[in-house]
């Protein structure tokens, strides 16, 4: 929580004749959703939101800024889990939630340009009624935006096919710290000249340049799938099987673990039926999806998984949105327990099991108290870690499971990025080389730092 920060009136003044009175929002009761993080841990305050209308008003907002010095937070859907779209050090909020139009399909080149503030579900809609598909797709798809989804470089449940959001970005439009603009949406897909500023863009998390459009590629919407909960043992054996389905099926769309005490969790939050008449240690959630029916080939890779203890195919869409609920549903569930510290680690597939029965003891460790909840992208090698029980600003849970993780070859952060919440482990998988070569980079597109200058770097 930082002090009630403040703009002089002449800002305000100028801010209202760039976007009109509408758009700056000063009222404290309507900053209040946009000061406060998805899972209510992180509470910043911001003396005004401002919300452009297109890059024209986005390039007029910088430019404003760089000359008094005021720094920004871009905000689009506020549904990241770092704590990096929230205005932690009292910055001005640039929401680009009005910068939503949705392009034409173009099908031949099989691309869509989208406003950064179009929801990923819009755009994901846009491409099925195109007959096309967008491949990224993740639990908050309602609300976090294409240009969120590119800040962060968004992973989610369907990376293991179709890699991330920087796989899918043909071009961007940004303006940048420098008050630059660059539109590059042309969509040519081989474009060797020179450095690819939409992947340098991509995973900035807002420190470089405010997205303003986006260009994507669309991929082929397959019409048949078949979604299954697979039962197992323990980890271990849920892990290498989820690595033989992958040789087995071409075809794999997600692949998802969830432990039992996850799946109770879940299920009593939302009064929902357990999976199998016994319960089972964990459970891996696969989804297949093809031009045709994949049944039996799921079935015949399912058959073919010796330590699997049950399995069940989902044969409706009633009960696949079930079997979804089960795995999407335990972010809602974990805000019933207070607030989380979510922990997004990637680990080497040959470690991934080993860490997944250990962590649970490394911050028992260090927080007798707290609870483990594990879930995630198992096919990624992508778990995420949340511990409840402890207070919001009590990071030594934390500090011991990223150490591990760092131990064994991980990353301390998959796919939500570093934010504020994670900058000083960033040296846990950065050497000092690397950082200072992204401070160089942030210096020369934003020289007089006022893009997320409290974001990523410690
Ligand atoms: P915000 O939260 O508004 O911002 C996130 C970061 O991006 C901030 O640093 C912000 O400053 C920056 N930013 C936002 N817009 C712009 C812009 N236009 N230009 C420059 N910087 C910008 N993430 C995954 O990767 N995979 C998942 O499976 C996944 N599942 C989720 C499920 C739930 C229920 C929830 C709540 C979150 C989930 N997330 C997931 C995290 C989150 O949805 C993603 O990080 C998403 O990409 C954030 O988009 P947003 O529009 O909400 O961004
Ligand atoms: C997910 O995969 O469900 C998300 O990344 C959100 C979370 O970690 O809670
Ligand atoms: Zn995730």
């Known amino acids: 929580m930082v002090a009630e920060p403040a703009l002089p009136s002449t800002f305000i003044a100028e801010l209202t004749d760039i976007v009109g009175e509408r758009d700056v929002i000063t009222d404290s009761d309507l900053r209040s959703s946009y000061e406060l993080d998805w899972t209510g841990r992180f509470r910043g305050a911001t003396p ?28 689009g859907g506020n549904t990241g889990l770092v704590a990096g779209g929230v205005p932690m050090a009292g910055e001005l909020i640039v929401s680009l939630r009005r910068i939503d139009t949705l392009g034409e399909v173009d099908l031949s080149a099989r691309q869509i340009t989208v406003g950064a503030g179009a929801t990923l579900a819009a755009v994901r809609s846009a491409a099925d009624a195109a007959g096309l598909a967008y491949a990224v797709d993740l ?19 369907n990376l293991i096919r179709y890699g991330g959001t920087r796989e899918q970005l043909v071009g961007i439009e940004a303006v940048l710290g420098t008050g630059q603009t660059i539109s590059h949406l042309g969509g040519l897909i081989k474009d060797n000249t020179g450095y690819h500023l939409p992947s340098l863009l991509c995973g900035s998390e807002g420190t470089l340049g405010i997205v303003t459009a986006a260009r994507l590629r669309l991929v082929t919407r397959h019409d048949h799938r078949v979604t299954a909960l697979l039962a197992f043992a323990d980890a271990r ?9 992958r040789t087995r099926l071409d075809a794999l769309e997600s692949a998802e673990i969830v432990l039992d005490a996850g799946v109770r969790l879940v299920c009593e939050a939302f009064q929902l039926r357990l999976p199998f008449a016994d319960p089972h240690p964990a459970y891996v959630l696969i989804e297949v999806a093809d031009s045709h029916d994949p049944t039996d080939e799921v079935a015949a890779a399912v058959d073919a998984q010796s330590a699997m203890l049950d399995a069940a195919v989902a044969t409706d869409d009633a009960q696949r949105t079930l079997f979804w609920r089960y795995r999407e549903d335990h972010t809602l569930a974990l805000n019933t327990l207070g607030k989380p510290h979510k922990l997004d680690v990637t680990l080497p597939l040959d470690r991934l099991a080993e860490f997944i029965d250990t962590v649970p003891t490394v911050v028992r460790g260090v927080a007798p108290h707290a609870q483990t909840w594990l879930f995630g992208h198992v096919g990624d090698g992508n778990i995420h870690v949340n511990i409840s029980g402890v207070d919001a600003d009590d990071e030594t849970g934390d500090d011991a499971v990223l150490g591990y993780v760092a131990s064994l070859g991980g990353s301390i952060s998959a796919e939500h990025g570093i934010g504020t919440a994670k900058k000083r482990w960033l040296h846990l998988c950065r050497s000092s080389a690397e950082i200072d070569s992204m401070r160089a980079i942030k210096r020369a597109l934003d020289p007089d730092n006022i893009l997320n200058p409290n974001v990523l770097f410690p």
């Open 48 to 75: 005004a939101i401002v919300r452009p209308a297109d890059t024209a008003q986005v390039a007029a907002i910088v430019a404003l800024c760089r000359r008094d010095g005021v720094a920004i937070v871009a905000q």
């Open 139 to 157: 639990g908050a798809r309602d609300s976090a935006t294409i240009g969120g989804n590119i800040a962060t470089n968004a992973g989610g449940l």
């Open 237 to 245: 054996t849920a892990v290498e099987s989820v690595r033989d389905l």
